[in-house]
């Protein structure tokens, strides 16, 4: 059987060995649950290809607001990254909606802005994109409880503690390496694209 046709955004890419991580998300400050999820993630994966950055943090979280907004905004933000050089990476967390069938449709969307806005297929495919549907409450019913329904809304978290214990959950799932009965689809995809990270950093 033929392989599919690869989307335009699709090419080969480098990263360095070493990186700082730059994660945009949806959400306001102080009001968003993503920041811990992130951090706790990251933090409990222990990657050792990761810089930190001053203050030893190794993820900086940058607030964007609504997906809209998000997506018109990750442009600069890459060029900020690149400009960088080759030691940061850009991550972008964002919410899949029910306006969008599967991750590859949302990461479309930011193509096609990124692409007016001149960046280059090559250029955007060192993002590394992480969507949850509908939001990372879904995720975080999963691992607390073995499943979701992600056609509906998971529900509301207030605290913090149940988020980091939930993306410390993840990290040992993902460190272990075996399958993950129930994985929601939005997860699926999105480990994909983790694993894609933790290669090309191993350069």
């Known amino acids: 059987m ?4 690869a989307k335009p955004w699709q090419g080969g890419g ?3 060995s070493r990186t700082q ?3 945009l998300h949806e959400g306001e400050k102080g009001r968003s649950i993503d920041p811990i999820f992130i951090r706790s993630l990251l933090k409990a994966l222990k990657p050792a290809w990761i810089r930190p950055w001053e203050g030893n943090n190794i993820v900086r ?8 907004t998000l997506i018109s905004r990750m442009p600069g933000e890459l060029q900020a990254c690149l400009n960088r050089g080759g030691h940061t990476t850009l991550m972008v967390w964002a919410d899949l909606d029910h306006d969008m069938d599967n991750g590859d449709q949302l990461k479309d969307a930011f193509w096609s802005v990124s692409k007016d806005a001149g960046i ?5 495919e060192q993002v590394v994109f992480v969507f949850a549907k509908d939001r990372l409450e879904n995720w975080i ?4 409880g073995g499943e979701t329904d992600e056609s509906k809304e998971g529900p509301r978290l207030k605290q913090g503690r149940h988020v980091a214990e939930a993306a410390k959950g993840l990290a040992k799932k993902c460190l272990a390496g075996a399958p993950i009965p129930k994985i929601p689809p939005s997860l699926a995809w999105s480990c994909q694209n983790w694993r894609t990270l933790v290669d090309r950093t191993r350069i």
């Open 61 to 68: 979280p940058v607030d964007c607001g609504g997906r809209k």
């Open 141 to 144: 019913d999963f691992l607390r």
């Open 21 to 23: 991580i730059v994660c």
């Open 14 to 16: 480098s990263m360095s």
């Open 120 to 124: 280059t297929g090559e250029q955007f």
């Open 2 to 5: 033929d392989s599919a046709p």
